[in-house]
């Protein structure tokens, strides 16, 4: 089945269908200003009725496209798989002519209107909706994610750019469905003219679906991010149900900031060390005072900031054995070992936890 001569589908689209076997049955489309091509039943239809059907090998996946093996060694990295599909459909529509679905992308739109390609002028009408913020957020992560993936990739064809991605994520979210574990979600031609969502909502993996389990072990955040990190203070924390290396992981700073990448994680190192020793110090300080005597501090645990050659710092965390009333120093005893004396008020430190009397 197909469609008549008075079809509002271009000819090289139909011939597109024809060629991979896409075909539907009850089904005639029409055109309206403001509205676009859409499907009217010409049928009534019932549950498990096949109006459109369309092999697997036509549909635009991860599985299928170009450089298949480097996305997939994306989504093993733990990039989200719609955003992987958003650069597969970007790949393949910088392929031109040479794409399997040159014909088919050249009957969609460059990108869906969401506010997340939105100026900002046209962001302030949605001021007081949340809307603004959920798509400023989230681009700000599908950028994050993106410069993970350059450094990643081993695609035989270079990636398009980011502003190319961005266009091509408006298709994923709005128009894939999830095909099967193996393909996962998928541009479905055909299908997806006849249903799909232009909703800015949040997806899974979007700032604020924190309701994963953080990682304790000292080796595994050391892991995902770098030897130290434990030890400097930051935390990793899974979103929803499952964590990998891109969108399902948080990355938490010392001083409680989220990124959403591990580049970002990195870039914010050196300014994360040193917020959170100013923020950490106050902290103490107001500790003191509640404490009452400095001797009261005795037995906490600290991590002091040492700055090393070139500018770059590094935590060395230990315990406060005693404090020397006279010379107003603590004798800290460091995890690897080492001690010294110590003048807290003279250098950048960290509370990490303080001993509470029975």
Not at 96 to 104: D, F, I, L, R, V
Request: hydrophobic letters at 40%; a negative charge.
């Amino acid at each position: 089945p197909g469609a008549s001569m008075s079809s509002p589908l271009p000819p090289p689209l139909l011939a597109w269908f024809r060629r991979h076997r896409v075909s539907w049955a009850g089904l005639r489309f029409e055109v309206a200003e403001g509205r676009g091509v859409y499907g009217v039943a010409e049928v009534d239809l019932n549950p498990g009725s096949v109006v459109v059907a369309v092999p697997k090998a036509a549909m635009l996946t991860r599985k299928n496209v170009r450089d298949a093996n480097a996305l997939h060694a994306l989504l093993a990295l733990g990039l989200p798989s719609v955003e992987v599909l958003g650069l597969a459909i970007a790949l393949e529509r910088a392929a031109g002519k040479s794409s399997k679905w040159h014909a088919y992308l050249q009957s969609l739109p460059l990108h869906e209107p969401l506010p997340l390609l939105w100026s900002a002028a046209e962001l302030r009408m949605l001021a007081g909706t949340g809307l603004d913020e959920t798509s400023q957020r989230r681009k700000r992560r599908l950028l994050e994610n993106y410069r993970s993936a350059v450094e990643e990739w081993e695609g035989a064809a270079p990636l398009p750019s980011s502003e190319e991605y961005l266009r091509a994520c408006t298709l994923s979210s709005s128009r894939a469905f999830l095909v099967d574990g193996e393909h996962g979600e998928g541009l479905v031609p055909l299908a997806d003219l006849l249903n799909h969502k232009a909703a800015l909502a949040e997806e899974q993996g979007d700032e604020g679906d924190e309701g994963g389990e953080e990682i304790q072990a000292t080796d595994e955040i050391d892991g995902r991010l770098w030897t130290g990190a434990a030890a400097e203070g930051w935390v990793v924390r899974a979103k929803g149900k499952t964590g990998q290396k891109w969108g399902n992981w948080i990355y938490v700073g010392p001083s409680g900031t989220k990124y959403h990448s591990k580049v970002a994680a990195f870039e914010a190192r050196d300014a994360e060390a040193h917020r959170a020793a100013d923020t950490d110090s106050v902290a103490l300080s107001r500790l003191k005072s509640e404490a009452g005597p400095p001797e009261a501090l005795v037995g906490a645990r600290v991590s002091v900031l040492w700055s090393e050659e070139g500018g770059a710092g590094a935590w060395y965390p230990g315990q406060l054995w005693a404090f020397d009333a006279a010379t107003r120093e603590y004798h800290i005893l460091y995890d690897d070992n080492s001690e010294e004396r110590l003048d807290l008020t003279k250098v950048k430190h960290r509370l990490l936890y303080q001993l509470q009397p029975p």
